[in-house]
């Protein structure tokens, strides 16, 4: 979830393997992104990334975060779970090069929506309700 940003990442439940499909540029609200998001990729629950600090307190913008869903709560049907996304673009950044790719400038990767498939595999991996 991101001003700027959004990567989306899929699974199903038979895999429960999480992959990056794409990062889309927010043109205007977050969560109206988030829905349009939803409702094209037929999506039957939605993870979103909360962001929390290195010690797991919730900040500004987890609040955010928390009010984008609380909107999204009412135009939306499925299930909306918050997980925790600390380290996730490090990680995807490290993903990345490790396979060959290059360090280039924010967003001209896929960045977010590797990170989007490893927030949505953490979850997947937690053994939360799913599916």
Known sequence: FGDRRIGVASADDR?????????????????????????????????????????GAEGPQAQLVRRAVERLELVLTIPIHLHDERFTTAEALRSIEATGGKKKPRGSDNRDAVAASILLQSYLDSGKPYG
Not at 20 to 49: F, M, N, Q, S, Y
Request: charged letters at 30%; hydrophobic letters at 45%; zero cysteines.
């Open 15 to 55: 895999t429960r393997i999480a992959v990056p499909v794409r990062t889309v540029d927010v043109k205007g609200d977050p969560a109206d992104e988030i829905a349009r998001i939803a409702t094209d990729e037929l999506a039957e629950e939605i993870v979103i990334g909360l962001p929390l600090s290195l010690t």
